[in-house]
């Protein structure tokens, strides 16, 4: 019998016209989606499925992905496959903590719309992120605690695949010292920010006081936070963990191990893209990855499941 992760990717996967034919096609993706709509006043399928300027802007963006995820999750569900833990990367750990039945539907639109909004105001101007390539984590990690400024690990991907974030000219800096490290390639990244960089820290403190509204519940099914990469299961940890998440490391590779080490051997990506099952491939060829992005997909899951 196989143990199941559901696993959800974060922000840069989205897409115009991802969940649509959930939403055309399943009534309880419809649902889900349409109480986004109502509980944060957007048109969330237009801004799902229709072509617009908004989808790739944070404060937009961070709503959209949620909302297909959760509605995807329900379908699953409503087909009985579920999971023994969830995680998300950055972002995809509400979705996550949805599954997990932490949160409501409600709660989680409204904390994420709110953490959209205050990533997007908090991001300061000289802030940068590049992803190192072919480079160890220890060597990385040295490299950065030399450099001048400010300059940490904002993912921990995979083996081979780290991204580092913070002020412009302490990635700069940091950037040259890590190829001369022996890195493959050093890539900077056209993002709107240092995201998981402590200068977000005003945005994590901006949240608490939106979290303080939520009603977080005992979990039915544990997750793996990337703040520790460690199992959750006590409804007492969340907020503060949600808070720091926004400006700490994703520790997603090690999140992967986690959940290996507790046996799990089956991880579903829900959501659009296949991004988490790359990062699994090169974690580990031990386990199997599926996913789950449009209502084909679902039938093919059915069909290895029951194998």
Known sequence: MSKIAFVFPGQGAQYVGMGKDFYEQIPVCKEI???ASQVTGLDIPALCFEENENLNITEYTQIAMVSVEMAITAALKERGITAQVHGGLSLGEYAALAASGVMSSEDVFKVVRQRGIYMQEAVPTGGAMAAVLGLDASVIEEV?????????I???????QIVITGESKAVEAASAQLKEAGARRVVPLNVSGPFHSQMLKPAGEKLRKVLDEAEIRDFTIPYVTNVTAEYVTEKEEVKDLLVSQISSSVRWQQCVEKMIAEGV??????????????????I?????????EKVEDLKKLEEKLSC
């Open 33 to 35: 989606i349409d109480t």
């Open 144 to 152: 950065l605690e030399k450099t001048e400024g400010i300059v940490s």
């Open 265 to 282: 051997d089956t991880f579903i990506e829900i959501g659009p893209g296949r991004t988490l099952s790359g990062f699994l491939r090169k």
């Open 284 to 292: 580990s060829r031990q386990v199997t990855s599926l996913n789950v």
């Open 154 to 160: 904002a993912n921990y991907n995979c083996p081979g």
